[in-house]
């Protein structure tokens, strides 16, 4: 960080961190949201460094921490649930019996895991390359610390 304010002294604490100008990166997810981030900065240079192809773990990691939300997106539109919330809805505020009998709850938990594991069979490769991106680079880190002392940690012991 110290070295890219350098480089422009007028940057801020977060420019420096995150990165200028337009994102470069950017990930569409199946929930219509779109993720950006940038290419500049000392955590994109982290990310290159750690796991080799910034923009390759860009599109794993956004993809693999949003497989809930499209698992969720799917579940909305199942006709029976969302029946069940509209039922949910017109219950009077504070109403646990009609809310019950919804049936929302009980539905939600019927079809929210067969959701969430075909989310996961459709990003098995999506799973299976950020999972080796981040195991590769938990290696790179730890080879990178051996051998420095932590802040925790004193120097050798002088007795």
């Not at 940057?11 to 569409?28: H, I, K, M, R």
């Not at 009980?106 to 999506?126: I, K």
């Not at 390359?129 to 940690?153: F, I, K, M, S, V």
Request: with cysteine.
């Amino acid at each position: 960080m110290t070295a890219h304010r350098t480089a422009d002294p007028s940057a801020s604490q977060e420019d420096a961190l995150f990165g200028t100008g337009p994102a470069e990166l950017e990930v569409n997810l199946a929930t219509g949201h779109t993720v950006r981030t940038h290419t500049d900065g000392c955590l994109a240079r982290a990310h290159r460094h750690l796991y080799g192809d910034q923009a390759r773990w860009f599109r794993v990691e956004v993809t693999v921490n949003n497989l809930r939300p499209e698992a969720q997106a799917r579940l909305e539109q199942d006709p029976r649930y969302r029946a069940a919330l509209a039922r949910r809805a017109a219950c009077p505020e504070g109403n646990t019996r009609c809310a019950r009998d919804s049936g929302l709850d009980d539905l939600r938990a019927r079809l929210e895991p067969a959701r969430l594991d075909a989310v996961r069979a459709a990003h098995r490769e999506d799973i299976a390359t950020y999972e080796q991106l981040r195991d590769r680079a938990l290696r790179r880190a730890a080879r990178l610390l051996a051998g420095r002392p932590t802040p925790h940690q004193k120097g050798p012991d002088p007795s």
